[in-house]
């Protein structure tokens, strides 16, 4: 597992830029608080957002360049890089409403 | 404290005068014999002027040195009135001097006005020091606290730009606070709750700790204190294991969660699972030993066998009613009925069945209680009713059955004084499988009140649920009156 792309690859599959949401999520590891982090984003995602949200899920243990470049500090680290203003959040994401939260869909 | 009381404590009332050489003070002297300041006339020039620690200083510019004694006391924020003529007066002022009073146009009011002013102005000078002075002492100790502290703190704003970080976070992340401060670590989220986290050091290598997060202020605007505690060798094995137990509840609670249909095969397959292990045992005794058993043995188990039948049995017509109830199939027969009667006839059932370890009361409202009802859909609605309120109160308590004509329907109460029902499972109460999670052992399909939602939505009615843990539950059903 290095990256998972989790968004439903359609035909009409456009530039990463494109989707109406660009989530990175940044965990350390496959363990399982990981485990858990990913399953609540990936259902909170699929439960919340329009089917061409794209979540890209990264192990900073795998990929330090990926983490260093986004400056990440500490995980789990989630990033909305799109839409705009991008935000991150770090902490228990295993909190649903923590995570709305992250996705601006609850204030 | 009024300014007035201020001067007068403040001010010693004596005013030192550093006279030029060949002057005569006479007129001034005379003039300060009418106020309540004590003049001095102190030889050695602007050289004492360090020994003055108290009242205010005069000091004849007529002297060619007077710069020297200006600057000095300036230096020193001592009150210094310079004694000058109208030529000098500005470069004294500039100079330093507070204020200056002329030579030639001294006068009882000008003098006074002018000491009470440069007192005035010492008493705020004093005022700001001891002010600024305390913000020192309580800065300083603050930063001691901080500085010291062995947990990281970190000051996030809005952004999760951090603003503040001290010693042992610098330690946590091998960065310095330079490093650190305007840099992105992402708005904490769980306020008041503590949460671990895995830090990336700037080396690759990564720290747990725990985090904690309040909410603050930092530089006016509303920001998060976070405290990390590194856990990397503290009770590892131990906290892991708890841990480990908490990751494994969310996982699982969320695995349920995305799957209703795995949640139905999951509960199904439980609750079925009991009964026809039961029916299995009874059986191969009966297969095995019937001959060397007694008849009575015989019959108990072969009842225990029908019990266990009747009670699938009832099981699967309840996920029959849900799913109909789904599709729109639901069944209902209204006929004419006292609701009064069709009400405490059920009870009265219910008391010698599954009711006979509690006390069941059943007031109704004096009147008559006509419309039309479907007797088989309102026997579940009271049986699954009555059937929560025994299952989760404790054998001897109360339940009690009320009805009540309201205007244009029947109000039908169900009120016991069980474990309740945890105020964020409220919502949920109606979704098919859905348990509260204080059920403990005891079963249950988590069927039953969508069940009884089902039938009294058949009715046209509606239903609502107020509980209060450790209290009990009262469930409110409102079935409107037709007439047929």
Redesign the interface.
Known sequence: MQIIITSPISDTRKGAWMSSYLLKLYV?GQT??S??VI??VR?VCAQHLPPDHELIVID??ES?HA?AQD?????????REYPLPA?????????AH?VL??LGLES | MTVTDSLTRQAEWKVFLIPAPGSDYRQLEDLFAQTDYHLTVLSGGWRIIPDLEEGLILLDCRDQEWPNGVSLAYQRLLPLIALTTRQQAEHVMEAGAWDYLLVDELNKDVLLRSLRYVTFQRWILAQLNARTHDLHVSEARFHNLVARNGDGILVVDQQGIIQFANPAAEQLFQRSANDLIGTPFGFPVGVGETSEITILQSAGRTATVEMRVVETEWDNQPARLVTLRDMTERHAAQRALMEHERLRVALEKERELSDVKTMFMHTVSHEFRTPLAMIMTASELLLRYADRMTDEQRQLRLTTIQTQIKHLEAMMQEIAMVVRADQGRLEYHPERVDFRELVSGIVDELRSTIGAEHRITFHAQPGSYHTLSDRKLMRHIINNLVANAVKYSRPGSSIHISLKRRVGEYELSVRDEGIGIPPEDLGRLFQPFYRARNVGIVGGTGLGLKVVKDCVEAHGGRISVESALGVGTLVTVCIPVMLG
């Open positions: 350390a399982l608080a485990d858990a399953a609540v259902r900073v243990l330090p983490a400056r990440v500090l500490a995980t789990p680290t989630l990033i935000r991150r959040f770090v902490g228990d994401l295993t909190d923590a939260k992250a």
